[in-house]
């Protein structure tokens, strides 16, 4: 197998990328591993379509991974939490008419079921068959330019759609993927809740130990 890891920044993937870097060439078994590409796209949605998309185009591989952390809607989902993002939105792609806001959607700037969109969502229907991907819990994810930290705006954002997490790459990353007929997962640690910005409450480094520990287990396994 030859796989493509994403990651937004080399901190979110540092343990991972360590481990590989020790791996030996073949199993217990004496088999060989699995072929693994780390690519570093940097913040936000543009770059990581941008570098996500000229990868697919450049190289053949069986499967992509996107790994980062995420902030939660959901206060009943403990931080440090690892998540499998199924679905992906862009719940800023629109226009303002005064306090409301239209979705490109809905003005026909975007068919909502323009591929790959499923009724104005990313569906990542076919993940790769891997079982302790299976074993992740499923979200629903949104993916934005700013990252919300103002109540109002937060409310809004979940009176537009259901939404458990929220990242600034995830999105990008399946639509790419989904593009190139790729099969593909996004995998998430949960830093922080969706609130006021609150840096005393965030739990980054527990966070990424969660991620890159389920990571780890995911390739080693292939």
């Avoid at 343990?15 to 791996?23: D, I, K, N």
């Avoid at 990581?48 to 499967?63: G, H, I, K, N, P």
């Avoid at 103002?150 to 759609?161: F, K």
Wanted: proline share 7%.
């Amino acid at each position: 197998m030859r796989l493509l890891v994403v990651s937004a920044t080399p901190a979110e993937i540092a343990p991972l990328t360590a481990h590989l870097g020790s791996r030996p060439r073949t199993n217990a078994r004496r088999e060989p591993v699995a072929d693994i590409d780390l690519l570093v796209t940097g913040v936000g949605m543009v770059a990581t379509a941008a570098r996500v998309a000229a990868s697919l185009a450049r190289e053949r591989y069986d499967a992509a991974l996107n790994l980062g952390v995420c902030g939660s809607f959901d206060r009943a989902r403990p931080l440090g939490s690892v998540v499998h993002v199924t679905t992906e939105s862009l719940p800023e792609l629109g226009v303002e008419n005064g306090p409301r806001f239209i979705p490109a959607t809905a003005l026909g700037l975007v068919g909502a079921n323009d591929a790959p969109f499923v009724e104005g969502l990313l569906v990542n229907t076919e993940p790769p068959a891997w079982p302790a991907l299976a074993a992740l819990p499923r979200v629903t994810g949104v993916t934005v330019n700013t990252v919300h930290g103002d109540e109002p705006s937060i409310a809004a954002l979940l009176e537009r759609g259901h939404a458990d997490v929220e990242s600034m790459e995830g999105a990008a990353f399946v639509y790419a993927c989904l593009s190139a007929g790729v099969p593909c997962a996004e995998v998430r640690a949960v830093s922080n809740y969706v609130e006021r910005r609150n840096r005393a409450g965030w739990r980054m480094a527990d966070a990424i130990a969660a991620l890159n520990a389920t990571a780890i287990t995911l390739v080693d396994a292939l």
